[in-house]
């Protein structure tokens, strides 16, 4: 993967305050978010933390618009509801948990994919298109398999891919639904110090679900803890991040250290 620190232009107008407003949503009758309520704003990086099924992917669904909900989504204080799908598009670009890839696609026409947004309905890739996806490509250590069919890069590559395809679309606003989960250590730290560079540097608003705690409290500045729907903790990684919580909401046996770089969380074996 490159060290190059040029990478994809910034995008045009920096990143954007987001907030959640008394969020509510759900399957059939079933209620799976309560009245969430979140702000970040511009150059944030707010993880969403909690146990499987407590609603992460639900609320980052909700707030593309994806997902029917109740309340408000509002990016730099206009409601989400009724805008463009377009405009969102420009404005939002979404890295899912489990994408559903296209067949008969090569890489970089996957990646290309994320420039519609900005391109002129049905019209070829322009040269600026083309420069972004090569640079976010070689950003992502995908550039040697740009020409291959992408079903068939390995489950981690196909992950950055994916992440590749949301930045060439230079939103203002990145979510990231476990951006990692299929990544080693090492092409996990790179793509999240990507991310955490076109943060700092571009001022990009970043919203990541994240099961590994301590690269969470690493990466992001603020954590919201979600239980049963409902956001049951927020504030710095500290805050958030203690052996109670983790106990209370995640059923877990877990010290919580102070690493180099923020909170680590250690998971402590039955004692039988
Ligand atoms: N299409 C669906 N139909 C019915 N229930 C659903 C559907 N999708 C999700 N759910 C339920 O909604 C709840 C929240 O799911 P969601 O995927 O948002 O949780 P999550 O916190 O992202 O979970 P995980 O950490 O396991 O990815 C779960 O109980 C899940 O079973």
Redesign the pocket.
């Known amino acids: 993967m490159s060290r190059r620190t040029a990478g994809p232009r910034p995008p045009a107008e920096g990143g954007a305050h987001v907030e959640v407003l008394g969020l509510t949503a759900?399957?059939?009758r079933?209620r799976?978010l309560d009245g969430v309520r979140l702000s970040v704003g511009p150059g944030g990086w707010l993880a969403v933390i909690?146990?499987?099924?407590?609603?992460?992917?639900?609320?980052l669904?909700s707030v593309l618009g994806f997902h029917p909900h109740q309340g408000q989504v509002r990016i730099d204080g206009v409601p989400t509801t009724g805008m463009p799908r377009r405009d969102r598009a420009r404005s939002m670009a979404y890295a899912p948990?489990t994408p559903v890839l296209p067949e008969g696609v090569t890489t970089r026409e996957y990646v290309t994919l994320g420039r519609t947004p900005h391109r002129p309905l049905l019209s070829a890739p322009r040269s600026v298109d083309r420069q972004v996806v090569a640079d976010v490509m070689e950003r992502l250590g995908l550039a040697p398999m740009a020409e291959r069919q992408l079903a068939t890069l390995s489950g981690g590559e196909q992950q950055r891919a994916v992440l590749a395809r949301a930045l060439a679309q230079q939103p203002r606003v990145l979510l990231l639904?476990?951006p990692t989960a299929a990544l080693d250590l090492g092409h996990a730290q790179q793509v999240l110090d990507l991310v955490d560079r076109l943060r700092r540097q571009d001022g990009l608003t970043v919203v990541s679900?994240l099961?590994d705690l301590t690269l969470a409290g690493q990466y992001a500045d603020r954590l919201a803890l979600?239980s049963e729907?409902r956001v049951v903790a927020e504030g710095s990684p500290a805050d958030v991040l203690t052996a109670e919580a983790l106990s209370t909401h995640y059923g877990a046996r877990a010290r919580v250290v102070d690493g180099p770089s923020g909170p680590a969380v250690l998971p402590v074996r039955s004692p039988d």
């Open positions: 759900g399957y059939g079933t799976v909690g146990p499987n099924g407590s609603g992460k992917s639900t609320l669904r948990q639904d476990e679900t099961h979600l729907g």
